[in-house]
């Protein structure tokens, strides 16, 4: 007795490491059974979804067929199918312990049987002819029809489980076996009405029946079109075919001692569940011309004709198929097709308590990706025949074939897509029934884990894949599906949307392109070819040529984007964010037809157009970032040469931050004053990191430190973070001896830095040039280039002038030596911030000089009323009446000690000083004639202060910049600004009026 229990208690541990879950009573069924379990067959149940489910079926079948188990011993390739099938379905165990028979279907080689081979065996089934034309069957085949289906799927389910079909040729072999059966309903319908040859019946496949790619269990879609037979009437045809359509339907849904195969789902048909279950071919043709609906057309983009009248089937879809191409022309056709899918999740979410375990409609699911395919290939395939297809699969690899959808979001659907069908025919399998939930329960999880070969723990391990899975599918799925270029390409219209170059020629002349011809070369330059990148650009440049003809000039635009393009075209990531985001594809025709500056910097460093998409990435970065980056890149280098690539990749850094500024600019992302402090502080940035670059330099060459502290003291607008576009960078240097080194040396030094400094940043580069005006130094072009502290001092003691006062109002010591710029502030304070202010003679000298400013320095034949900075009104206007405020009172009123005009604008309303309409008025035309300034910038690529008015392209752009409506527009408000400016500067500064 103990070797017998030792024995039966090894068996049982056995059992429990193979996967039995009571191996107790799994021992001690093997122990009473007939079937001989030796260790092969043990292994091989414990490789089932569910041993303890495949050892009681192989038990019942046994017991059925006393015959049976010698069969499993003779023949491994049949045993494995069958232990799959039992270990998975109880459904299909039920149906062969009813017809013990069957099990030879699980027999003979992995060969997938024909369409023609499934009819055939359906049709005899039902006591039809397979070889008549118009098989007619037996009234009360419908048992025998089930059973044959069942064998079917029996055949199928055992190559399925095993591998030996993958999840797409399951679901196609599926969909032909329900046409199969469909045919054999309509055999026996045809014996239960006599009248059925007064009409041609074709059955139309609907949905995922259409599509080839059915489940296990799934309602079958269909919709029915008839015609009368030849010398029939149209009205007894269709009263022969509605009978004949219901006598099929019953024919496949209704219960039996062998149960139902599946729903016959007519509701797909026009007007749906009110509608005719039967129609003709022309209602059907009327109804989808007038009546239907967008999601209609969506529907029939799955239709095939599956039963019946072939020739019928074919005329329908000749009929109706090009129909559901136009569909996507319609004004708001992505759009309603977007909002029918949020109501579908809407109603899920309210009817449904179990989303979270759809694998269909739930976030992440099949529908996610079906109807993502369905509306990239209605909004395509108007012109490109390729996405035709049915088929979800076919689809997809078609849209990536295409480019319309990245490789990697393609193969990351397409993976998803199968094991989510595979999990679905799995759950399907167990009872053969309509279902698309994942169990809730952890022996249901496990099953499904072990069907599809996890191990460790399979119920935690489907779990993680089924959620990574779903969460991809819906990352994916919200960036196609509301994709805003596909709203962009479905009001095109088609011949529009081809880009034939007929098309092409019409529609530039259309939008205004100056020079169509050498338009059309650059659009088959884009676009040659069948390389994955020309299809991209096939997509992208119809919708894009509209988008370069909102801006002002189309034809820049196009050619700047045929260079980008050409400089990145072969870079992975370009024409997929451009196809993926249309944010940054509207947004770079935008800069690319808009800006001549723009496009020149994209040009030089094209990666830029990575920023373009997400507007945190435009606004300017912190100046203390950059900074730091700046001089990081300076301290990886020290010798002459080094030198040089190091301010080499400084000037790259400020040509970056130049397009995101100009790019923010120009997108309406920053006003004015935002832009003229990010270029201060890029100018500041670049200037200390080749500050820094020029002393490491010398420090290099010498061995030994520069003996002395250098800065550099802002001026101008740069001095007051006032800069535009094209503003040099008004500076002046002065150092300071170190303890113990003769002022002579320590000259030479600061020179020698200063002029390495100048040399590095004047070296030609493709980055854009930044000027250094030293000019505004004591003396002028004629005094010293550097000075040191205390011949600053002395020179502003002994013989500074008013203007240089007036000068040293926007001094702003900025760079270098932290306490050197402390103490060149404290020498400058007393002078441009005099105590007392400045008595009547200085105020008469300082009006004398901008009143002959106005009268010399203006270029001869301009007209004064069009400059901006010198003209009534200008900028000089503005400035100077800021100015001569802050020489007047900023010794009594700390708020004026500033450098910035606006700020000192108002601190004197603050104060009474001014105003709060006289300033507005100041501030307004200010900063409207900087706009002027950067807009001219942006568009020429050059810097002007005269407000254009001859060339009308130009003129256009910049009012179509600054948001006027038309360049008389712009004209008119300047003047209006001016003209009310320059009566407060009379008033004010002049002290007229």
């Known amino acids: 007795m103990t070797g017998v229990s030792e024995r039966r208690t090894s068996l049982t541990a056995r059992l429990a490491r193979l996967g039995f879950t009571d191996a107790s009573a799994a021992e001690r069924a093997i122990s009473t059974s007939p079937v001989p379990f030796d260790d092969p067959l043990l292994a091989a149940l414990g490789g089932t979804a569910d041993p303890d489910l495949a050892l009681s079926g192989l038990l019942r079948l046994a017991e059925a067929d006393p015959a049976f188990p010698r069969r499993l011993a003779d023949d491994p390739l049949f045993a494995g199918r069958l232990l799959a099938v039992l270990g998975v379905s109880a459904a299909l165990t039920d149906h062969l312990a009813r017809h013990p028979d069957q099990w030879n279907v699980l027999t003979g080689p992995p060969d997938r049987p024909s369409a023609r081979e499934l009819r055939a065996g359906l049709l005899a089934a039902v006591g039809a002819d397979p070889d008549d034309p118009v098989p007619v069957g037996r009234a009360d085949a419908l048992d025998p029809l089930r059973v044959a289906y069942r064998g079917g799927l029996l055949n199928l389910a055992g190559r399925d489980l095993t591998g030996e079909a993958d999840v797409r040729e399951v679901a196609e072999e599926l969909a032909l076996l329900a046409d199969a059966a469909l045919e054999a309903g309509l055999a026996v319908a045809r014996a239960q009405v006599p009248e059925h040859a007064l009409c041609r019946l074709a059955v139309i496949g609907m949905g995922k029946s259409g599509g080839r790619e059915l489940n296990y269990v799934s309602d079958v879609d269909v919709i029915f079109v008839a015609e009368p037979a030849e010398g029939a009437g149209e009205e007894e045809a269709l009263r022969a075919a509605t009978r004949l359509a219901s006598a099929m339907m019953r024919a496949c849904s209704a219960v039996t001692p062998e149960g139902s195969l599946w729903e016959v789902d007519p509701n797909l048909r026009p007007e749906g569940k009110s509608g005719p279950l039967v129609r003709t071919l022309a209602s059907h043709r009327a109804y989808y011309e007038r009546w239907a609906k967008t999601w209609e057309f969506q529907a029939l983009l799955k239709a095939r004709p599956v039963a019946g009248d072939p020739e019928l089937g074919r005329d329908y879809l000749d009929a109706l198929a090009p129909m559901v191409w136009k569909a996507a022309a319609g004004e708001d056709f992505v759009a309603d097709v977007q909002a029918m899918r949020r109501r579908v999740e809407e109603h899920l979410r309210e009817r449904h308590g179990e ?24 909004v395509h395939g108007r012109t490109d025949a390729q996405l035709h297809s049915p088929n979800t699969l076919d689809a997809l690899a078609a849209l990536s074939e295409g480019g319309y959808v990245g490789r990697d979001d393609a193969a990351a659907l397409e993976e998803a897509y199968r094991f989510l069908r595979r999990t679905e025919h799995l759950i399907q399998l167990q009872h053969l029934r309509r279902t698309h939930l994942v169990p809730a329960d952890e022996a249901g999880l496990r099953r499904l884990g072990r ?96 988008w370069f003809a909102d801006a002002p000039d189309p034809d820049a635009g196009l050619l700047g984007f045929r260079r980008v393009s050409d400089a990145l075209g072969a870079t992975p990531w370009y024409l997929r964010l451009l196809r993926d985001d249309v944010t940054v594809a509207e947004r770079m025709a935008r800069l690319l037809a808009s800006s001549a500056y723009v496009t020149d910097l994209l040009l030089r460093a094209p990666d830029g157009v990575k920023i373009l998409g997400d507007d ?46 100009s790019a923010a600019d120009l997108l309406d992302l920053a006003d004015v004053r935002t832009v003229s402090e990010a270029l201060s502080d890029i100018t500041s940035v ?165 009143a002959r400013m106005e009268a010399e320095r203006l270029p001869r034949g301009v007209d004064r009323r069009l400059h901006l900075k010198l003209g009534p009104g200008g900028l000089s206007d503005v400035e100077w009446v800021a100015q001569l405020l802050q020489l007047r009172h900023a010794h009594e009123v700390p708020e004026l000690r500033t450098t910035r005009t606006i700020a000192a604008l108002e601190a004197a309303v603050e104060y009474s000083l001014l105003r709060a309409e006289d300033a507005r008025t100041l501030v307004d035309a200010w900063c409207l004639a900087t706009q002027i300034r950067d807009a001219v910038m942006l568009v020429r690529g050059r810097a002007s202060d005269l407000l254009p008015t001859d060339h009308h392209r130009e003129r256009t752009a910049v009012s179509g910049l600054l948001g006027y409506s038309g360049s008389g527009d712009l004209l008119e408000d300047w003047r209006r600004h001016a003209r009310h400016a320059r009566e407060v500067t009379e008033r004010v500064f002049y002290g007229t009026g």
Not at 357 to 365: A, E, F, H, N, T
Request: hydrophobic share 45%; net charge positive; charged share 25%.
């Open 451 to 546: 069907a599809l070969g996890l191990t460790g723990d399979p119920a935690e391990r489907f779990t993680e894949l089924w959620r990574r899975h779903a969460r991809g599918v819906r990352r994916i799925h919200e960036k196609l599906f509301y994709r805003p270029l596909l709203r962009a390409v479905a009001n095109l219209p088609g011949e529009e949307a081809r880009l034939t170059p007929e098309a092409a020629r019409a529609r530039l002349l259309a939008l205004g392109y100056n020079d169509p011809a050498g338009a059309l070369r650059h659009i088959e330059a884009l676009t040659r070819g069948v390389s994955r990148r020309a299809a991209i650009q096939r997509t992208l440049l119809p919708v894009m040529l509209g």
């Open 686 to 850: 670049t200037l200390e990191a080749a500050l820094a670059a020029a002393v490491n330099k010398l420090e290099t060459e010498k061995g030994e430190p520069v003996p002395a502290r250098l800065a550099i003291v802002a001026m101008g607008r740069y001095g007051g973070r006032e800069l535009n576009y094209g503003s040099d960078a008004d500076v002046m240097f002065v150092y300071e001896a170190l303890e113990g080194v003769e002022d002579g040396e320590a000259h030479r030094a600061a020179h020698a830095v200063v002029e390495e400094l100048r040399r590095l940043l004047a070296l030609p580069a493709p980055e854009p040039p930044l000027g250094i005006d030293p000019n505004l130094r004591p003396e002028g072009k004629s005094g010293p280039l550097v000075r040191s502290l205390s011949s600053y001092a002395a020179y502003y003691r002994r013989w500074s002038s008013p203007w240089e006062s007036q000068a040293l109002l926007r001094a702003d010591p900025v760079i270098g030596d932290a306490g050197l710029c402390a103490r060149f502030a404290e020498v400058i304070n007393p002078i441009r911030w005099p105590e007392g202010g400045i008595g009547d003679q200085v105020v008469q000298d300082i009006r004398r000089l901008k």
């Open 616 to 661: 945190a990435e435009l606004a300017p970065r912190p100046v203390a970032d950059l900074r730091a980056e700046a001089l990081a890149v300076v301290g990886r280098h020290g010798d002459r040469q080094k030198a040089e690539h190091a301010v080499a990749a400084v000037r790259a850094i400020r040509r970056r931050e130049l397009f995101r500024i």
């Open 355 to 378: 989303v979270e375990r759809q694998l269909k409609l739930g976030p992440g699911g099949l529908r996610d990706v079906e109807f993502a395919v369905q509306l990239l290939q209605m």
